[in-house]
């Protein structure tokens, strides 16, 4: 080891311990432009601007119409721990405020050249303040609008090696743009303008709508795709819009969860989205999401990280199921019947629809007998030995030139035209003025999944087996198995202490069928269930269920003839089945008139 030269306890010079504290709390532009923007609005600012020069890194102007910093606070606003957001220590715990700590512009100065200008309502002149590396240049009355505007240039310029660490300025830029995309949707009610390079990024309207704030970060097809959430959960209140289908994206980069107006990311807030939009989005997609939960202030706390990202919940379990609960009954409440809803009829001044294609007669369509009755048996319940083979459906009359179901809880009629199939594996419909393309494997399949689903969710049936499965756990598994006795009986287990190291298993869930790795579903009840076996059973249930149902459903290239489909149709109906199959592909696909008129030029 190489020696060093000892050091006596001394106290850190003011430029040294401004610099330790500048990196704490400005990394990098984006948290520069964090912290000025939060201290705006806790002015009460109603529109901030934001513009940045090479990523931030030669320049920052941000300008609000706060309040304003009054004439004589102005050099105190630029001291170490100076704030007027907190008083005592126990206000740490009920912050209610973004920009509270109150180092943001020490920090900065610490690390730049820092102009600050503002002025407050009732003053005659505003206030000018140069700062660099943390000294001022120059202080003095000047001309200013009421409100604020801090330019900062050169960041870390006398910090040579935290320069060196910043990245390409495009990609801190994305930084900057990412942390105000969250911003514009948390705060709707404030008019944000973001530039970079004089070229505008995000404007958004301020008018206190959540829904223009999405269209303003997202873009119109987005916000109109969006599904609409609120509800109250265990005294937390969740209002938002989550997107799911097309709107999934391949990571989480774009899921917005905000506590109390603050934008944090929580893995369990995101697990708890993502289970709630199980079936909605294809596997390896994730759900898009601006979530703004609203709970008592001294139940999060918010001090736990200096960039403020990270929350520490009272009880995360809570806040979790809430979140879970309320998203799903809100991607719920959409069932196949609002696809498949007919759009008016165009007013009578518009000209008549062109008929092109026409059902084809029985004898046109190249169907063989085997393959009608094969088809038409799968449309019913398929039959495998815990199946009960009697619930087939009713039959249908075989020609019908529509298929009109009442809608149930509802006095709606979904009235639709079959028109034929695309490649034999996309049914066409005309409803009103929309052209549907169903995928028949999906729709079915999702069927299916929802029947035997409702099946399987009421009393665990077990299955004997002949001879019971011993399997190896460590003493601890072996322990707290026999403390989860009862509740894995409830779930269809029937197991027993072995020897100190080995349980046998006498009995399993009949859902389970022979290749089910039993033991892995035991290893994760003990290790990633929290001891909630119920929880466990239900996830291998869903998995177990979806590969019955893609197993028994009709499949593309299956050819139907007329009266399958529209009893397949009505299955849907009358169930009420949810959009998309479970694995969470679209069953349903639309274009509307207009779209059609528009792709053949007879519209403008």
Excluded at 370 to 381: A, G, K, M
Aim: with cysteine.
């Amino acid at each position: 080891m190489m020696n060093r030269k000892i050091q006596p306890i001394h106290i850190l010079t003011q430029d040294v311990v401004g610099k330790i504290a500048a990196g704490e709390v400005v990394e990098r532009p984006a948290a520069a432009v964090k912290e000025l923007v939060e201290n705006a609005i806790d002015a009460d600012a109603t529109a901030i601007t934001i513009e940045l020069t090479d990523g931030g890194i030669t320049s920052i102007r941000v300008s609000d119409n706060g309040t304003g910093i009054p004439a004589g606070q102005m050099k105190m606003a630029f001291e170490r721990h100076a704030t007027n957001k907190l008083t005592t220590a126990e206000d740490l715990f009920r912050v209610q405020t973004l920009g509270f700590r109150g180092e943001a512009l020490a920090s900065i100065a610490a690390v730049s050249k820092v102009t600050c200008t503002s002025k407050t309502a009732d003053a005659e002149y505003g206030m000018k303040a140069q700062v660099e590396a943390g000294v001022f240049t120059d202080f003095r009355e000047a001309a200013n609008p009421v409100g604020t505007a801090v330019t900062v240039r050169e960041l870390f310029f006398n910090a040579p090696v935290r320069l060196k660490f910043l990245k390409k300025p495009s990609a801190e830029a994305a930084l900057v743009s990412d942390y105000l995309l969250r911003l514009i949707l948390s705060r709707p009610d404030i008019a944000f303008r973001f530039s970079s390079q004089e070229k505008t990024v995000y404007r958004s309207a301020g008018d206190g709508k959540l829904e223009s704030a999405i269209y303003a970060v997202y873009g119109k097809d987005a916000a109109q795709a969006m599904r609409k959430v609120s509800g109250n959960f265990s005294g937390v209140l969740i209002d938002g819009y989550v997107g799911v289908q097309d709107l999934a994206r391949g990571n989480r980069q774009q899921q917005s969860f905000f506590i109390n107006g603050r934008y944090i990311r929580d893995d369990v807030l995101s697990r708890a989205l993502e289970a709630a939009a199980e079936g909605f989005v294809m596997i390896g997609r994730f759900p898009i999401c601006a979530l703004n939960l609203t709970m008592p202030y001294e139940q999060v706390d918010v001090n736990v990280h200096p960039n403020k990202l990270e929350v520490r919940f009272q009880n995360p379990k809570a806040v979790a199921e809430a979140v879970e609960a309320v998203v799903r009954g809100a991607l719920n409440a959409e069932t196949i019947a609002d696809k498949l809803s007919p759009l008016p009829d165009p007013p009578k001044s518009s000209p008549p629809p062109i008929e092109v294609v026409q059902w084809m007669d029985d004898t046109e369509t190249p169907y063989t007998p085997q393959i009608i009755q094969s088809t038409r048996q799968v449309l019913r319940e398929p039959s495998q030995a815990f199946l009960d083979d009697a619930d087939a459906h009713e039959p249908v009359p075989a020609e019908s030139e529509a298929v009109q179901e009442a809608i149930p809880g509802t006095e709606e009629t979904v009235s639709i035209r079959y028109i034929g199939a695309a490649f034999k594996t996309y049914l066409l419909f005309e409803a009103g003025e929309k052209l549907l393309l169903i995928d028949q494997h999906a729709a079915h399949e999702r069927v299916l999944y929802d029947r035997f689903m409702q099946r399987y969710q009421g009393e665990a049936q077990s299955q004997r087996l002949m001879t019971p499965m011993l399997l190896p756990f460590t003493a601890n598994d072996i322990s707290k198995l026999s403390e989860m006795k009862e509740e894995l009986e409830a779930i269809g287990f029937t197991l027993d202490v072995f020897d100190a190291t080995t349980v046998a298993v006498r009995a399993t869930p009949v859902i389970l069928g022979d290749a089910e790795p039993v033991r892995e579903l035991l290893i994760d009840v003990l290790d990633n269930l929290r001891g909630k076996p119920d929880t466990a059973m239900r996830e291998r249930m869903k998995t177990r269920v979806a590969q019955m149902a893609c197993k028994h459903a009709i499949k593309g290239g299956d050819t139907l003839s007329q009266a399958d489909v529209e009893a397949l149709i009505r299955q849907m109906l009358e169930t009420g089945v949810q959009p998309t199959c479970p694995h969470g592909r679209p069953i349903v696909q639309e274009m509307t008139r207009r779209e059609m008129e528009k792709r053949f030029r007879r519209i403008p």
